[in-house]
């Protein structure tokens, strides 16, 4: 049971190139996100999936598109990167377990656009 | 606004002695909280939440007190050990709590734990 699992784990673009973050989770959960962390910031939503064929902006969805390939999966894409989104990018999923909405986190990508 | 912030944004405590970590946030709308680990080079990791309707959550050597009169949250270890260094997050969602989809974090307490 590996939770859940993302890919790269680095990666360095320039400007005005694109990429997929990927992310996958054997959790059978339905819910998935992905967020950035900026230092010393907490971590901001990007892009959320409430069940597999729903996608929904976050708080920062600008300059990033979803997919939501299959329950198991939910990318990540950066059309055209730009330094503002050099950052740290976990992808998350969640269940419902109770009364909690317990999410489970990825290691992360770090991103560095020059 | 929304926000969610913490008093302090560091914290060193003795090992073995409690640890208190402070959170406000701004939104009185806000029905479900939960705090958050994160050790250095890794994801975030659940610890404990607290809905609304609850003034305090024990779990195994962490409380969560919630004052919704001053809104205010705040997160207690006890016998703190040098594993419980990282930083720790605060988040609310202001959703309506039937989905989790508006969570909005703090900017995190690192916690040092000194031997």
């Known amino acids: 049971n590996a939770g859940v699992t993302q890919t790269p784990k680095f990666q360095v673009l320039k400007t005005g190139q694109s990429m997929t973050l990927q992310c996958a989770q054997d959790?059978?959960?339905?819910?998935m996100y992905w967020y950035r962390q900026d230092p010393g910031m907490g971590l901001r939503l990007i892009y959320y999936?409430?069940?597999?064929?729903?996608?929904d902006k976050g708080e920062v969805p600008n300059g990033y598109n979803v997919s939501r390939l299959n329950k198991r999966e939910f990318s990540l894409r950066l059309e055209s990167a730009a330094p503002s989104q050099t950052s740290v990018y976990f992808c998350a999923s969640s269940a419902l377990a109770g009364v909690s909405y317990e999410q489970y986190f990825g290691p992360g990508t770090r991103l560095t656009v020059t | 606004g929304e926000s969610v912030g913490l008093h302090l944004p560091t914290l060193s405590v003795q090992e073995g002695d409690n640890s208190i970590i402070n959170c406000a946030y701004s939104n009185s709308a806000s029905d479900y909280f939960i705090w958050y680990k994160q050790e250095s080079g890794k994801g975030p990791q659940f610890i404990i939440d607290i809905r609304s309707n609850m003034d305090k959550r024990q779990g195994q050597r962490v409380t969560v007190l919630l004052n919704k009169t001053v809104k205010h949250l705040s997160l207690q270890i006890a016998a703190t050990q040098p594993g419980d260094s990282a930083v720790y997050f605060c988040?609310?969602?202001?959703?309506?709590?039937?989905?989790?989809?508006?969570?909005?974090f703090g900017p995190g307490t690192s916690l040092s734990v000194i031997p």
């Open positions: 999936s409430a069940s597999e064929g729903t996608t």
């Open positions: 988040a609310e969602n202001i959703g309506r709590g039937t989905s989790y989809d508006k969570v909005i």
């Open positions: 959790m059978n959960h339905n819910s």
